[in-house]
């Protein structure tokens, strides 16, 4: 949640890099864009939207290829054996 409430503001703060401000027709004044007026221009699907939809269709490509690639058996798989108790030693 945290992660993707960071993605929009960085998606909005390079939007409004790119596009810049906007002047006003009529009265030529200057002003800043609002996000909606942003996503207006833009007509593109949000970098939040994009990173979901490729995450499933990795997802589902691992599902059709099944127990060929390992990538699979760690994602259906469940772990075997025990782990040692205690603190793990760093591995240097």
């Known amino acids: ?6 993605l929009r503001v960085f998606e909005r703060r390079v939007l409004k890099k790119l596009l810049g401000r906007k002047r006003e027709k009529v009265t030529g004044d200057v002003r800043k864009l ?7 221009l833009l007509s593109s ?10 995450r499933v269709r990795c997802v589902g490509h691992m599902a059709h290829i099944g127990d060929k690639i390992n ?15 205690g603190k793990p030693r760093r591995g240097w």
């Open 45 to 54: 699907p949000s970098i939040t939207w994009v990173i979901k939809s490729r």
């Open 1 to 6: 949640m945290k992660e993707e409430y960071g």
């Open 71 to 85: 990538a699979y058996r760690v994602l259906v798989g469940k772990p075997r054996g025990k782990r040692k108790l």
């Open 34 to 40: 609002h996000s909606e007026v942003l996503y207006d």
